[in-house]
């Protein structure tokens, strides 16, 4: 851990979206470690009590990590209340239902992302806000693609298909999900080119994500990648032939450095590690579970062409995390593997 210097001493109160999630909880983690107060968001207090009775509960019963409940976050106002008092906040949230009708999640992930915006602007301790994208916004992750990626790189091909007419193909959802981010992010930027907020703003836009789930849930969720390939389940694997891989942790760890670092100010932060595909982590998950028998090998796997400029996010990932590089795949594929071997 670094002992970075930051405008937000320890002791502060940091909002973080959607804190029962995947990410946004090992954001969680990270920043109470570092001795910082949570205020996390959940839709269902009941379904995310594991994070207060167990996971932090000593933090809970400490005072120093807090759940609210925000069943729709695209009312109006919606954030107010929470967000008073916070000196940061990680937007994490977002509509990952899948569901292939754009008018419902575009607009919904949209106007969530504006609410937060606006919440912030009103709230004179916010010094920083941190938006949880995807490489999704930027590009199209197909192997065809070798665009190389900069900050002023998005995704137009998604939101051009997601608003096609039906009938639609299987990846219909996967298309308006990548749309759904892209819009956001965009208006996350929009929103700081018109209102001049008088806090910084940073992106993250992570690739696929795998690693450690510090919970059950995190093993139910749509991108439970390797439990995936653990259960022999391809159908959901097949249309990805290649991606880029990054460790949860990684991910988590640059959102504290764009929130705790004072001179990173308007950076869209790409977070890909290794280029690879669902063989690789089949020969590793072979590996570290010699006993166990895997699906064979799938067909027509390849590597993506897409690239980018990675100094900056390696550059934070030193400085506040103390690490050389990103977490190999085989170490994440090993943490990921945790609670599906007992």
Request: aromatic fraction near 8%.
């Amino acid at each position: 851990m670094s002992d970075s210097k930051s405008d937000i001493p320890p002791g502060s109160r940091i909002l973080i979206t959607g804190v029962n999630g995947y990410v946004a909880s090992h954001i969680a983690k990270q920043l109470l470690s570092r001795g910082y107060k949570v205020r996390g968001t959940v839709r269902d207090l009941q379904r995310s009590s594991w994070l207060v009775k167990d996971t932090f509960k000593t933090y809970a019963d400490n005072g120093d990590f807090e759940l609210v409940t925000i069943e729709d976050f695209t009312e109006e106002n919606v954030y107010d209340s929470a967000i008073k008092g916070v000196s940061a906040i990680a937007h994490v949230a977002s509509v990952v239902t899948f569901e292939p009708n754009p008018k419902r999640v575009i607009s919904q992930t949209v106007e969530a992302a504006t609410r937060i915006m606006e919440a912030a602007l009103k709230e004179p301790s916010v010094k920083v806000v941190v938006y949880t994208s995807s490489i999704v916004a930027a590009t199209m992750p197909v192997p065809e693609n070798s665009t190389h990626v900069d900050r002023n790189t998005w995704n137009e091909t998604a939101i051009q298909l997601a608003w096609v007419p039906p009938p639609h193909g299987d990846n219909q959802g996967s298309i308006v999900y990548m749309a759904s981010k892209v819009e956001a992010e965009k208006a996350v930027w929009r929103f700081v080119e018109e209102k001049h907020p008088h806090f910084r703003v940073n992106s993250v836009c992570p690739a696929m994500i795998m690693g450690e789930p510090l919970n059950e849930s995190h093993l139910q969720s749509v991108g439970a990648w390797v439990k995936q390939l653990w259960d022999g389940n391809v159908s959901k694997l097949a249309s990805f032939p290649a991606t880029y891989h990054v460790d949860v942790k990684d991910v988590a760890s640059l959102h504290v450095a764009a929130i705790l670092d004072p001179e990173v100010n308007n950076q869209r932060l790409q977070a890909w590690a290794e280029n690879c595909n669902w063989n690789d982590i089949l020969a590793i998950l072979r590996r570290l579970y010699p006993e166990r028998h895997f699906i064979d090998d799938l067909p027509g796997m390849t590597k993506l062409s897409m690239t980018s400029d990675f100094t900056l996010p390696l550059a934070l990932l030193k400085k506040w995390a103390g690490q050389t590089g990103w977490r190999t795949l085989e170490v994440t594929v090993k943490d990921n593997a945790k609670l599906l071997h007992k």
